[in-house]
């Protein structure tokens, strides 16, 4: 039912694509960049070590790994508002995987989104900032997938539901929202700055979690996608704002703390969960420290956004009753390790006072996180994480709603309450 009232809502947008599909059949073919030649691609151990390093910094192994399964032999679901994907084989198998692409094809696919066949590849394979990888590490990514043990594998074909299954669509999508494109430098910002930029918006696809989007998927922001945040219907979680200092915003953060946020997990100023705590296990811990330097000098230079109203007007506070109930859970519950204070003891027990991940609104993390309970990533910066003990066990919708509620308005915290229906919706999401 929830896809198909999904499905009527975009059908005004999915007739305009329609309508200019016929044009985007017409569009003029993107720009080739060849290989600087056969031995930029070919399997020699400093190409295939090269490939490996990329492949973690593009976290490859996320989406085209599926839980217990053969690394890159894909078949892992991604659960999205138009239906389900599954990620390809990239293993070397003739028949299943990539053994008989091409660097060019290869290079199309992540500059494109075109497959080897010809079809257009889904966004959910986020071609829309893979576009900016240069030829070089992209041939370097072939020659490694092209070293691993071939894992004969099918690859299972998306679910899609009605009219999202339609090439003559996404062509249509493409026109609208795709420009195959470069990351043109910047001479002015420094290496380090385009580094980061390079491994932000590029290699990292930050954009692709941290970027609002519309009804058919596209960042709201514009062909090229922010990092303005927003709830991610995919994943389940809110990706908060990057730019913005209510939320996640990084630009009065010390680099050091960035950098130990993306390589180890926690820092003095929070800790990787939820999705992000994947991203920073699978992916960023691996990066060298002078890369990890680089994204922390490109997120913190980037220009600060407005802050969201902390209470939107004609918010009503929460009853007496629920914050009399919020602290009496609090004080049995939380305060032993997050202190009555609401200080905390890092790096074991973050704070919840002036914590920013505790008032996200929605509260969909914070509500997952106290149901669910989660870890920080285990990582060599921080081996042996402490973690979040689950709670939906033990609290009903309205008892969690209640020590939300009070913590999001106690210490100095301004946010607005959390409903039981609020933790009765965000509750019955999983995610794999």
């Known amino acids: 039912m929830k896809r198909l009232r999904a499905a009527l809502l975009a059908l005004p947008l999915v007739l305009l694509l329609a309508a200019l599909a016929a044009v985007a059949l017409a569009w003029p073919r993107p720009r080739f960049v060849p290989a600087a030649s056969p031995a930029a691609y070919a399997p020699t151990p400093q190409n295939v070590a090269r490939g490996a390093y990329l492949a973690r910094a593009v976290n490859c192994i996320a989406c085209h790994t599926a839980r217990a399964g053969a690394a890159y032999a894909g078949g892992r679901a991604l659960d999205t508002p138009f239906g389900r994907f599954y990620g390809p084989n990239l293993t070397p198998d003739a ?65 899609l539901d009605f009219p999202y299954n339609r090439q003559l669509l996404l062509a249509g999508w493409r026109l609208l929202y795709f420009r195959p494109g470069d990351l043109s430098p910047q001479p002015a910002r420094g290496a380090q700055w385009n580094r980061g930029a390079y491994l932000v918006e590029g290699l990292g696809h930050c954009s692709a979690c941290h970027s609002a989007r519309n009804a058919l998927g596209a960042s709201k922001d514009g062909l090229e996608g922010g990092l303005e945040g927003g709830l991610n219907s995919t994943l389940g979680w809110y990706a908060p704002s990057l730019t913005a200092s209510g939320e996640a915003g990084l630009g009065d953060w010390d680099e050091a703390h960035i950098v130990a946020l993306l390589g180890a997990g926690i820092s003095a100023r929070g800790s990787a969960t939820g999705p992000m705590a994947e991203v ?122 209640a020590v939300l509620s009070w913590i999001r308005a106690s210490w100095g915290n301004a946010a607005p309450p959390v409903s039981a229906a609020d933790v009765n919706r965000y509750r019955a999401i999983t995610s794999d």
Not at 122 to 135: C, D, E, G, K, L
Not at 301 to 307: I, K, N, Q, V
Not at 325 to 330: H, N, S, T, V
Not at 357 to 362: E, K, Q, R, S
Request: charged content about 15%.
């Open 280 to 401: 920073v296990a699978r992916s960023l811990q691996y990066l060298t420290p002078e890369d990890l330097g680089a994204m922390a000098a490109y997120l913190k230079s980037l220009p600060a956004t407005p802050a969201p109203t902390p209470i939107p007007a004609g918010t009503p506070p929460a009853s007496e009753q629920v914050m009399l109930e919020g602290r009496r859970i609090y004080a049995g519950q939380c305060a032993q390790c997050h202190g009555d204070d609401g200080k905390g003891k890092l790096p074991a027990y973050p704070p919840l006072a002036g914590n920013r991940a505790v008032t996200l609104t929605p509260a969909v993390n914070a509500i997952r996180m106290t149901v669910n309970g989660g870890f920080p990533p285990g990582t060599r910066g921080n081996p042996r994480p402490y973690g979040m003990p689950p709670f939906g066990h033990e609290l009903s919708d309205a008892q969690v709603a």
């Open 95 to 159: 028949e299943t995987g990539i053994g008989s692409w091409s660097a060019d094809d290869f290079w199309n696919a992540l500059h494109n989104g075109i497959a080897r066949d010809g079809r257009l590849l889904y966004p959910a394979f986020p071609y829309t900032n893979y576009t900016r990888v240069t030829r070089a590490d992209a041939d370097a990514l072939y020659a490694y997938f092209r070293s691993l043990a071939p894992q004969r594998q099918p690859n299972r074909p998306h679910e």
